[in-house]
C-alpha cells in the first residue's frame, strides 16, 4: 500500500475515531446538568454504591449457599491400600490333622464408593439458618438504600452550594461596580477641590476590599464546583453548569406528617428491624442443639485387587447399604444453654438499637424541620431589608452627588446592601438545603422542585 493511500484509507479513519471520543468526553464533562441529572450520575458513579451492590450480590450468594442444606449430599471415594504382607489365616485340615496357613487376601486393594446423604431432621438448624441468609439480603439492600439517600443528600448540598456561591458573587460583582462608581465620582469632586483627599483615599480602600472580596467569592465558587465534582466523580477541575433552581416555595407538610413518612420510608429503620428478625432466628438456630440430628444415609461400594474395582478371589466385586443415622449431643455441660442464653442477649440489643435509631430518627426531623422554617424566617427578613437597604442606598448616594452626605454614608449603605443580598441568597440556598436534609431525615431519596418565580 501506498504512502498516500495509507493517509487516506489508514490514519484518517483513526484520527477521526480520536477526534470524535474526544470531542464526546469534553461534550459529556461540560453538560448543563439538572439536580435530577446530578442526582442519577452520582448514583451511577459512585464507589458507595457499587459496593453495595456487591453486599447486596454477596448476601444473595449466601442465601443460596444456605439453601443447598437443604438438599442432599454426594460424595465419592477412591482409595487403594497396600498391605506390608500377604494376608493369611490358619486353617484346621484334618487330613493332617492340624493346621495350616492359607492366603486370606491380597496385598494390593481398590474401593471406590458412592454415598448420599439426606438429612430429615435437624431441629430446625438449616431452616433458621437459611431464614438468617435470607434476612441478610434484605439487610444488604437496606443499606444500600441508605448509602444511595446519602449520596442524594451529598448531591443536593453540593448543587445548591454552587447556586448559592454563583449569587453571592454576583453580589460581589455589583459591589465592586458600586463601588467603583462611588470612587469615580469622589474622583471627580477631588479633582475639582469639592472634598478632600481622606475621602478619595477612603473610597479607593473600599473599593480594594470590595475587590478582594470578589477573588474571594470567584475562589468560594471555584471550590463548591470542585467539590460538586468530587461527589459526582468526575474530574475536579471539569467545568460545571447546573440549572438555577434557587427559589423558595413553602414547605406544606406539619411535623407529623413528616415523622410518619419518616418511619415508614427510613431504611435505617427497615435496617434493625431486619436485625432484631435475624436475631431473633439466630435464637432459633441455637436451640437447634437440643434437638437429634436424624439423617438418611445411602452407599454403593465396588472392590478389587486391581486399579478396575472389578473383585478378586478373596473380594466381593460390590455392595451397598441404605441406613437411617441418629446423632445427638446431649450432654455438653450446657453449651447449647449458654449459646441460646448469648443469642438471647443479642436479641435484646437489637431491640434496643431498633428503639433508639426510632428516637434519633425522630429527633433528627425535628431538627431538620425546624431548621427548615427557621431558614425560611429568614427568607422574608431578608426580602425586607433589601428593599430598605436599597432605598438607603439611593437616598445616601443622591445626598452624596448634592454634597450633603458624605463617603462615609454612602459605603456604610453599600456595605449594608451588600450584606443584606448575601444574607438573603444565604437564607434562600440555606432553605433548600434544609428541605433536602428534611427529606433525607423523611427516606425521600428526589421529588421534582416546583420550580416559583420568586420575583
Known amino acids: 500500500m501506498s504512502i498516500k493511500k495509507f493517509w487516506r484509507w489508514g490514519f484518517l479513519p483513526v484520527l477521526a475515531v480520536l477526534v470524535f471520543s474526544s470531542g464526546a468526553g469534553a461534550l459529556e464533562e461540560a453538560a448543563h446538568l439538572t439536580l435530577k441529572e446530578s442526582i442519577d450520575l452520582a448514583l451511577t458513579r459512585s464507589l458507595a454504591i457499587s459496593s453495595a451492590r456487591e453486599g447486596v450480590r454477596g448476601a ?92 442524594v443528600l451529598q448531591v443536593k448540598d453540593g448543587y445548591f452550594n454552587i447556586l448559592k456561591a454563583e449569587r453571592v458573587l454576583e453580589v460581589a460583582r455589583q459591589s465592586v461596580a458600586q463601588l467603583r462608581a462611588h470612587r469615580d465620582i469622589a474622583q471627580s469632586f477631588f479633582d475639582v477641590g469639592i472634598i478632600p483627599k481622606n475621602d478619595l483615599l ?49 414547605f406544606e407538610k406539619e411535623l407529623d406528617a413528616c415523622l410518619k413518612i419518616a418511619f415508614e420510608r427510613r431504611p435505617e429503620i427497615s435496617l434493625y428491624e431486619l436485625q432484631v428478625q435475624q436475631s431473633d432466628r439466630a435464637v432459633d438456630l441455637a436451640r437447634s442443639g437440643y434437638y437429634p440430628k436424624v439423617s438418611l444415609v445411602g452407599n454403593y461400594s465396588r472392590y478389587g485387587d486391581d486399579p478396575g474395582v472389578s473383585g478378586g478371589p478373596y473380594l466381593e466385586e460390590e455392595d451397598w447399604y441404605v441406613m437411617a443415622v441418629a446423632d445427638w449431643n446431649f450432654w455438653e455441660w450446657g453449651k447449647t444453654k449458654h449459646s441460646v442464653d448469648a443469642s438471647k442477649s443479642k436479641s435484646i440489643q437489637a431491640q434496643n438499637d431498633l428503639a433508639n435509631v426510632k428516637e434519633l430518627i425522630a429527633l433528627e426531623v425535628k431538627n431538620a424541620y425546624l431548621a427548615l422554617h427557621d431558614a425560611e424566617k429568614r427568607i422574608f427578613v431578608a426580602e425586607k431589608a433589601i428593599v430598605q437597604a436599597e432605598e438607603n442606598f439611593r ?31 444565604n437564607a434562600l440556598s440555606n432553605y433548600n438545603i434544609a428541605w433536602g436534609r428534611l427529606e ?16
Open 60 to 151: 444473595e450468594s449466601a442465601r443460596k449457599e444456605a439453601r443447598t442444606s437443604f438438599l442432599p449430599t454426594l460424595n465419592a471415594n477412591y482409595s487403594y491400600t497396600r498391605l506390608n504382607e500377604t494376608p493369611e489365616t490358619s486353617v484346621f485340615d484334618p487330613l493332617i490333622p492340624g493346621y495350616r496357613r492359607i492366603q486370606a487376601g491380597t496385598r494390593d486393594n481398590y474401593v471406590w464408593g458412592f454415598e448420599v446423604m439426606q438429612p430429615l431432621f435437624t431441629g430446625g438448624s438449616i431452616a433458621n439458618a437459611y431464614k438468617i441468609a435470607k434476612l441478610g439480603v434484605d439487610v444488604s439492600r437496606a443499606l444500600q438504600s441508605t448509602t444511595a439517600q446519602d449520596i
Open 202 to 250: 477612603y473610597a479607593e480602600v473600599e473599593l480594594a476590599g470590595g475587590m478582594q472580596n470578589l477573588v474571594a467569592a470567584e475562589n468560594a465558587l471555584e471550590l463548591a464546583k470542585a467539590r460538586f465534582n468530587t461527589t459526582l466523580r468526575r474530574s475536579i477541575d471539569a467545568p460545571v453548569e447546573v440549572e438555577d433552581i434557587l427559589s423558595y416555595q413553602a
Open 395 to 425: 437616598i445616601n448616594e443622591e445626598r452624596y452627588r448634592e454634597q450633603v452626605g458624605t463617603t462615609t454614608d454612602v459605603i456604610d449603605a453599600q456595605t449594608l446592601l451588600t450584606k443584606t443580598k448575601s444574607d438573603y441568597y
Open 440 to 455: 433525607r431525615s423523611m427516606g425521600i431519596v428526589y421529588e421534582e422542585p416546583k420550580v416559583m418565580d420568586n420575583e
